[in-house]
């Protein structure tokens, strides 16, 4: 579901000198991601939901180029005339695209050509953020990397679930060895808020994509919620106690994709041996019982709740959360790749970069929520139907991409993303 | 989408007798909705979402002999024992049952039969009653009647769905003539309504399905109203200015519907000689220029919206509005089978008893809900999960059925139900 | 699969008395056929290959009608102009008609109005025949009995199928009992044939379709060919040496459909306490173990075959055999409704009126084979592809509709008809 | 459609030294057709019906270390062990394998480990072969490379789709210029035979697959064959005369995949600007008026040919015309992969080489043919079923890989192959 939901709020927007580095930056953390892979790697999706990693690499640069540089760099000349079809994704108004669930066909440009159409477009960016540019250029020059983000992520996720299609279950990357060596995760503990009215969504200082507001004010109930993420050895127990085999736990589209598609435990794991393992960016791997729980669909995150006789939180719980009380969470940690296991602290933990937490909110408009014009607006909410929103951010998310009001949010079916859960009740 | 969310809440029983009337009232209008059909009619399933009219009225039948008589009257014989695993719906704690995308295959036992065993369940009900049962067990007989109810209208809209596969597009029934001639209709106008702090949800007095409470406080922006529905001309004009080939007016999933289906018009609309023509409860006939539309799924509800500058209004929005002002609407008719024109009046019109309304509010559980414990709650929130409210009963919603915190809820691409909407706008 | 393949070869029509006979006994025979059925029996559609028994009774009815009557009657006054979409079967030269699959979506007319139909058509006929037709007339009359018979065969097929969705298993009619109580089944004896140059294929004595002719010389290798079909008791033994399990009996395209669907037993057959039962038209049965298998698809009579270290004859060795030797098989038994057990006796037993028997040969046409000109003759060689030619008759086939030269034929996973197996062998 | 048919005809092994030579070739074909292809062209697939290129060069590799070098090489060490899993294709005595429809998800190894592991076993057989081993091995090393010169052809064939899919139509080779201009091809003529009794099949002599025999005697009837194959100047004719628009042509199977697909040209066909152009070898080209039509399934050959008036052949008058008189047809040219425009000439012209020829024939066993025992011989028959036979060779067909009696097969609805046909007659 990679979607791009690219207005920023009104801001004001980043000077030229910093707003090339943070675009340096970004397109440099592209490139590094893509170093690990091969050609074919890089070429072939491995559902119509994922994407090859070769297209998320030339799919942002098309973005600048179409949306920055064609506009506003005279004399540009554009590296192909054909990527526009090729890498659009879904701009209705830009023209004919390239079906998404035939992205894999696409083994010619290849990779190597991919970076080097990434060169090109980088050397007319760097041409025109040193031209002074108008600020509604810098602006949709931050979008597009903001937006290079969000893929970059997505790229790990799709080349996860590509490596866990291949028998050999390859790595992806080993990365750093986690600081502290897990302990056994202690009992998490319920901190209570008081509800009320309260407020959300972005406030218009810096960026956000425009689904983060208009900043508004709900009324919240009393409520509590758990200072730490579901461990993976509290989702065996739910496993354990029969709960893929109960349907009173589970919503009835839950259920039915049990009965269709024979669910008994967490995408990517399996059993060797009497041992659950799963597959991770690292190969195949025990699983770790301590971490928290990942790789669960919406059903599976609501059925564990029920299970517990606990519910889910709103999105706004969970914001209002943040909000409330010093929160720990690692966000600059990028080349990590696994969800830490929590560490004794005080506060809410593991709130930010570890797994994307499902609430029980429906992905719907902000009151006065208005989608913008033009071809950078389109489509803003096209996707509010039929998806959950997710909040906190995974150990896959970039560094600088997470703040308290991001709302990302899937089909309550999907499962290849680092998405678990935290538990809440009413007070 | 027949299910039941059948948890009443706490609220005084009533009285035996009282409630052998309003039961003998319900069967008798079931019994009266059978009548005009043949033992095929009433067989037939014509898509996997509606089930034959014999199995509606098996199925309530069901209900009250195995949730009343046969834990609670004292020698009670079935009437057959096969019954229960043919027309339990989804109840997983009552076992086994007939798969519902099968149900069209049960050409014995016949119509007769079943009509046999209603009035074997009824004399049972009778029984029950004049026996002074416990308040527990008038609840449940209380239930049973708002259930069938429910079935009431499906059979209605499921037999429309069969007429409607038939080249010959029989009519089901010759209603009565409407009481005015419709006129044209005159502007919608637009009431304002401040919002703020509102209560919204079922307080306890009467009878209301589980999901319709607790009673809550919601927050509300300031919000307009029109004070009709959407008619067939403007939705014409939607149509002839390009609506359902654009695809920004649209939902992502509802685009990819129009694409794989072909949807250019409401459902059962078909054109003849340049005039549009829509399947109806008396046959085919030509479409009512000043009727309310009818028979849109959310997408196409949501893409007028859009279209009109406007959008849809939130369950509560519509809620507040008929807790603050006078409303028009007749609930006493369910005879007419087809909604009416605006007439000429004052406050919000036609806001009972025309068509659903599709709001924006997807289907989900207000702060403190609890599904209920047994087999009657069993699964009160289960389908909590990608479909959205509809609010004001249709043309095909029994007499005193409706009220206004009912929430009726589909999926946003269901069309064969009595749906359209009212417009809505920030103030 | 019901298809029509209707070019009488050349032969001296009926006499005009005769063939009112004729065709009195076939119509009459269709009548008794729709007896046992309710109208929702008749109507429904239990799967895309299958028709509804009303279907069945019109569309033979409309084959009258507009083949034989509106041409050649003056004055005829059809039954119902509508009648002409709803029950053309795939004549493409006749216009449009409604789609196969959604036969059984015609609630209306009701069976008793077919019925009317029926009267109304054959009074029609009965004028025509007195008015001492073209002969070319007859020829088509003589058809439409042949065709009447063919969807007599498809009724008793579709209907068990439908009643096998039952969970109730409904019987359509206790049939006679069999004359003589079955013993164990003798084992088969392997009858001996020299092969050489031989003649097959209708001579053009007596009706024959045109897929029977032109008659023409094969040269067969020498054989042997069982001289009864295959019993349940030997069927039981290949499933319990594990045949469904074994991947090198099964042709590849059958093994997909076990992998795909679990067969792991003939179509119909249950397992109750250890006991295999099946679903016939007297209901629910205990597997008779002296029968022929029945309901088997061509992957299974063909993997049975290689289990047994035989092989199924071709079309052209059988119809040697019954040409060479003096062979046994009542044909005038239709009320039987089961296959008969084979009795002790000489030359080829079962060879008529108990099961259709797979062939190893491909249904295609023989040298010189033309399609006729016209409707009539519309599609004579449009089914030859992917399908296998059966031959002999089964228990439901209509007395006096079996003869030696009969090619049936169905797709290699049919498995509805009443289809088994007869071993051959190189000689 | 990949499948090994492998069972050696007896005949005398080749000697090893011809045989090192003949593998040497054969395996540096392989090569040499893998050269033009970057990893991810030789990893993707395009379709569950295709393979990708890397799988067909380590397939035919795993079958030389499965099937020889395991069982006869002493001291060899398999180059990876989990490459039987991935590269087995269907044999089901030798274990489990990858899923077909999932061989494109295998982007690790890479196609330089495929050639490392080519090379390696290319060592081994060496080695072997140097030791004088048994003649039934050098049978089996025979085998093999006919195996691997089916997978040439098949790996060219699927390179094509696979490239089509792409929209910049890439090239995968620009092949060696026509030795000749075509001018306009001249009429067909048609040759006649008088049919009688002939002899068909493998008779011993040199290698062939098991399917090609035994020898045997068919009765022919006379009849005529084309001298040439049907170009695409007269294909266009037949679609320019509403061929694809009557469903009088068409088999029945072939109308619904009309409906279904909206076929209206051959494969890789589109027009632009009013001209037909098709995908090749060499990218988009014009279509050669004067080239014979390819890439029909056999249902629009069979159309054709009815619109034509004539039929085709069957797979006998196809292999008794090559036995009678002189024939032309290059076989040796594997480095055109385009079908050659016909030449004018004496006797029957382009009979191997440019298409693959539908015949009428249904794939079926020859009189007396027997499966192999063991894993070589695994499925000999398994395919016989849904399939057509055709004959002649393809201009994909490597060198000396084509001979009178060789029986290619593929379902009636396969397109990607080089597949054409020549028109028949009775006499």
Sequence with gaps: MARLSPQPQSHAAASPSTLGDQYRRVREDSRRLGEPLSDADATVQSMPDASPAKWHLAHTTWFFETM?????????????????????????????????????????????????FRAHVDEGI??????????????????????????QELLLTDILHLFAQNPTKPAYRDPQPLAVEPGEADDARFVSFDG??????????????DCEGPRHRVLLEPYRLADRLVTNREFIAFIEDG????????????????????????????????????????????????????????????????WSGKRLPTEFEWENAVQSLPV?????????????PAQAGEGLRQMYGDVWEWTRSAFSPYPRFKPAEGAVGEYNGKFMCGQFVLRGGSCATPAGHIRATYRNFFPPDARWQFSGLRLAEDA
């Excluded at 309260?198 to 994509?209: K, M, Q, S």
């Design 68 to 116: 920055v540089l064609k506009p506003n760099l005279d004399g540009y000349k554009p590296f192909d005339e054909r990527f526009d079809y090729l890498f659009n994704s879904y701009y209705e108004t830009l023209g004919e695209r390239h079906p998404r669930p035939r992205r894999g066909m696409i083994t010619r440009p290849a990779l190597d050509t991919i970076f080097d």
């Design 126 to 151: 760097d041409k025109l953020l040193a031209s002074d540019p108008d600020p509604s250029v810098a602006e949709l020059v931050e979008l597009g990397c903001h937006h290079e983000q969000q893929h």
């Design 196 to 209: 009320g009215i309260v407020e959300v969504g972005h406030d218009g200082e810096g960026f956000a994509f």
């Design 243 to 306: 709960g893929y085999c109960d349907p009173l736990l589970w919503l009835s589209a839950g259920w039915a994709d049990i009965l269709a598609n024979g669910w008994s435990k967490p995408f990517y794991w399996e059993e060797r041996d009497g041992e659950y393992w799963t597959m991770t960016l690292r190969g195949a791997q025990p699983v770790d019982l301590d971490a928290p729980v990942t790789h669960l669909s919406y059903f599976e995150a609501d059925a564990f709740a029920a």
């Design 328 to 340: 720990e969470g690692n966000l600059a940690d990028s080349g990590r790749l696994r969800p830490r």
